[in-house]
């Protein structure tokens, strides 16, 4: 049972800090709520303090000086995400209150899920702010509210299968041993992708082969972007490119094979994560809609040497894409035989 403070100040309030520590809540979002919590948010009002020569006014509304709680709270940009949940009407913030002071008002006003959405909403309106301020991806605001209910229900749904996914690293730990490349099931298709990324230009290219059970290359290309990424877009751009060559190739069903872990995983919960990679994820998700795709897998880097390679030719040129159907160029061969031989 929550028990009202005896004054809002909160601040230094460990054993109210400490129930809150308890809550199901990814690490990420509590660790963000200690910041929120002391103050801690790089917001332009605690910057300018620090020194720093910078225009103070939010950079949302260009109104007011960005404090904590007008990034949150107060900016008539949020106002828009608040107002379309009626849950937090019961807060009534003071102008002079701090993050603090708004978060165990909400604490002991909303019942506890309700209290949990509370936080993820504050969270996602955080990294909106930032991706505002750092030219990444926005999310409309009507969204975020539908993102932070499923990132919620999500979190708990993997909280509850811990058990399950720990077996799971477990039997994917056995299966590193294998460094062989794994063939699909017959009737199956597995496509392995890979980026590969200029350290001169900084541009990158991703690679594809799509293969039958017995190692025949059905399809295989690669295409540099012509643009800089992190190397987890770049990863996210190559199973993006792979699902395409698949469906526009008729090869179904099929399974994609990366080497890159983070960003399979993303892209198997990306509703959370609210990053460039889940939203590339986001998009999969769309293409993959009634096509034959068994999953996203994670392959070790050495089961996953053609594709590498292909990435690897794409990355020394510039704007190029090509695809064969049942061929590779010819570097890459030793690789596809190589892969072939450790079947028998
Ligand atoms: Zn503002």
Not at 285 to 290: G, P, R, T
């Amino acid at each position: 049972m929550k028990q009202n403070p005896s004054s809002s100040n909160g601040l230094g309030n460990l054993k109210w800090w400490k129930s809150l520590w308890g809550l199901s809540l990814p690490p990420k979002i509590k660790i963000f709520l200690w910041r929120c919590f002391n103050g801690w948010l790089p917001v332009r009002e605690v910057l300018m303090r620090r020194g720093m020569q910078i225009d103070v006014r939010c950079p949302l509304c260009h109104c007011f000086p960005e404090s904590g709680i007008h990034s949150l709270w107060f900016c008539k940009e949020i106002r828009k995400v608040w107002n379309s949940w009626d849950t937090t009407t019961p807060l009534k913030p003071g102008l002079g209150w701090s993050m603090a002071d708004l978060l165990i008002h909400a604490f002991y006003k909303l019942q506890n899920e309700d209290f949990l959405l509370f936080c993820e909403i504050l969270w996602l309106v955080w990294s909106n702010r930032n991706s505002k301020v750092f030219g990444g991806n926005c999310k409309p605001v009507p969204q975020l509210l539908t993102w932070a209910t499923s990132y919620l229900e999500e979190f708990q749904q993997a909280m509850a299968s811990k058990k399950v996914v720990l077996n799971q690293a477990r039997q994917r730990k056995a299966g590193d041993r294998d460094k062989r490349w794994v063939p699909p099931d017959p009737g199956v298709y597995c496509v392995n992708v890979d980026a590969s990324f200029n350290s001169r230009n900084g541009v990158f290219g991703t690679g594809f082969v799509v293969r039958d059970h017995t190692g025949r290359v059905m399809k295989a290309g690669y295409k540099n972007h012509g643009w800089k990424a992190s190397v987890e877009v770049g990863e996210a751009c190559a199973i993006r490119e792979g699902v395409l060559q698949a469906i526009e190739g008729n090869l179904t069903p099929f399974v994609i094979m990366s080497d890159a872990k983070v960003v399979v995983d993303t892209f198997n919960n990306y509703r959370l994560s609210c990053n460039d990679v889940g939203m590339i994820a986001l998009d999969c998700s769309i293409l993959l809609k009634n096509v034959g795709c068994l999953g996203i897998r994670f392959a070790n880097r050495d089961t996953n040497k053609v594709a590498h390679h292909l990435a690897r030719l794409a990355s020394s040129e510039s704007y190029v894409q090509y695809s064969w159907r049942g061929s590779v160029p010819h570097e890459i061969i030793p690789f596809v035989l190589a892969d072939v031989q450790a079947l028998s």
